[in-house]
Structure formats: structure tokens, C-alpha cells
């Protein structure tokens, strides 16, 4: 075996298939620091970010698969990990602790989820939008400044459509109930975007636009993925101004 070939084994052992994830993570993160500025322990906070979502995905494949042996590696690995990393956040930072009852629900639905093999559900994908998105407030306690809502609103709105969005595009391509409901709810978003600001109007009748037109297109999971990066530097432009 060569050295590339077991490179490859490890990576696709230890890194989850999910591209779209990291944008999840990403974003509201660095719009929390677009927002509310850098402290050092944002430093330490976006690795304990980072491998909570890498032993979190692993754990729920053990919990969906019954097989808690067979991730032990992963999960043994990113634990330690992620502990070490978010001690020196929650001792900087205490007030991030605030946080811990919503993660802990959202994580118990994900749980769920993976116990019952539906991690596909809409449900669980909003609980995982949601904790995702809260990482926005969470930088700000991080930097010491007062939360600001909109910026959280505009990352939440977006996230929120995505995932109805992307099952337009994807799994749910072809469902005319599905495509209605994204429709729907990007109309809805929009209005919202407007009591935020003109920016994220824009911003969100562009992705109105995107969710009328694009669904029945021959589209690949790359293509759609390529639209969705585009959207994220618009959305992360709208909430870094969100006020």
C-alpha cells in the first residue's frame, strides 16, 4: 500500500462524508467573528467547535448502528480532543455555559434520531441547524460583548431554507410538496429579511429566486454544492451587517 493509499484509508475513516457540514460549521462562526469581534479563545473554541461536530457525527453512527465498537477509534481520538480544547474556553469564558441546556435538547433529538435510523428527518436536520447557528451568540459571549440577534436571525433564516432547499435539489428532487414548502418558506424568510435590513432583503430574494428556479434543473450534488457556497458568502456578508 502506498503512502497516498493509506492517506486516503485514514482520512476517509476519521473525516465524515458530509461537505455541506462544514459549511454549517464555518459560518456562523466567522460571522460571530465578523460581528463581535477576536478574543484568543475563539482560538481554542473553534477547535473544540470542530471536534465536538467530528466525535458527534461518530457517536451517532454508533448509536444508529448498534456497532459502538466498530467507531471506538474516532470517537477515542476526537474526544480527548475536544475536551482539551473547550476546558480553556469554558474557564476564559464561563458565560458560554448558558449555552449548555440548548445543545444538550438539540443534541438529545440528533440522539434520537440516529436511534431510530431517521437522521434524515427534517426535524433532526433543524435541531442540527440550530446548533449550529447558535456558535453566533456563542463567539460573542467568547469576545465579551452583548449577543446581537440579527446577525443569529440571518444565519438561522438561511440555514433553515437550505436544508428544505437542498432536498428540493436532492433527495426530495421531483416532490412537488417539498418544492411548495421551500417556496413557502423562502416568501416568509424574505419578509423577515426585511425588518432586519435592505442588505439581507437582497440577500434573501436571491435566495428566493434560487429556490423558484433551480429545482427540475439536471443539477449534481457538486453544482448544487458550488450555488450553496456562493449563498454562504452572501448571507455571511448580510449578517456581518445585520443590525
Given at each position: 500500500?502506498?503512502?497516498?493509499?493509506?492517506?486516503?484509508?485514514?482520512?476517509?475513516?476519521?473525516?465524515?462524508?458530509?461537505?455541506?457540514?462544514w459549511a454549517m460549521l464555518l459560518l456562523p462562526y466567522l460571522?460571530?467573528?465578523?460581528?463581535?469581534?477576536?478574543?484568543?479563545?475563539?482560538?481554542?473554541?473553534?477547535?473544540?467547535?470542530?471536534?465536538?461536530?467530528l466525535l458527534s457525527y461518530y457517536l451517532f453512527q454508533a448509536v444508529k448502528t448498534r456497532r459502538f465498537a466498530r467507531f471506538r477509534p474516532q470517537?477515542?481520538?476526537?474526544?480527548?480532543?475536544?475536551?482539551?480544547?473547550?476546558?480553556?474556553?469554558?474557564?476564559?469564558?464561563?458565560?458560554?455555559l448558558w449555552f449548555a441546556p440548548a445543545y444538550a435538547v438539540l443534541l438529545a433529538v440528533?440522539?434520537?434520531?440516529?436511534?431510530r435510523r431517521r437522521e434524515r428527518a427534517l426535524l433532526n436536520d433543524l435541531?442540527?441547524?440550530?446548533?449550529?447557528?447558535?456558535?453566533?451568540?456563542?463567539?460573542?459571549?467568547?469576545?465579551?460583548?452583548?449577543?446581537?440577534?440579527?446577525?443569529?436571525a440571518v444565519v438561522l433564516l438561511y440555514f433553515t431554507g437550505t436544508v428544505l432547499f437542498v432536498k428540493t435539489m436532492i433527495r426530495e428532487?421531483?416532490?412537488?410538496?417539498?418544492r411548495r414548502a421551500s417556496i413557502g418558506y423562502h416568501l416568509a424568510a424574505l419578509a423577515a429579511a426585511t425588518l432586519i435590513d435592505a442588505v439581507a432583503a437582497v440577500v434573501f430574494g436571491a435566495l428566493l429566486a434560487r429556490a423558484w428556479?433551480?429545482?427540475?434543473?439536471?443539477?449534481?450534488?457538486?453544482?448544487?454544492?458550488?450555488?450553496?457556497?456562493?449563498?454562504?458568502?452572501?448571507?455571511?456578508?448580510?449578517?456581518?451587517?445585520a443590525h
Open positions: 500500500m502506498t503512502t497516498a493509499t493509506a492517506r486516503r484509508r485514514t482520512v476517509r475513516q476519521f473525516v465524515p462524508p458530509q461537505h455541506g457540514a460571522a460571530g467573528l465578523l460581528v463581535s469581534g477576536f478574543a484568543w479563545p475563539a482560538v481554542p473554541l473553534l477547535g473544540a467547535w470542530v471536534g465536538g461536530y470517537i477515542l481520538r476526537y474526544a480527548p480532543i475536544t475536551v482539551a480544547l473547550a476546558v480553556p474556553v469554558v474557564v476564559a469564558r464561563p458565560g458560554v440528533n440522539a434520537w434520531y440516529a436511534w435541531a442540527s441547524v440550530v446548533q449550529s447557528c447558535l456558535m453566533v451568540p456563542v463567539v460573542a459571549v467568547v469576545a465579551e460583548v452583548t449577543p446581537r440577534w440579527q446577525p443569529f428532487r421531483g416532490s412537488v410538496a417539498y428556479l433551480l429545482p427540475g434543473r439536471p443539477m449534481t450534488p457538486k453544482q448544487v454544492g458550488l450555488v450553496e457556497i456562493g449563498a454562504s458568502v452572501l448571507v455571511m456578508a448580510a449578517a456581518s451587517l
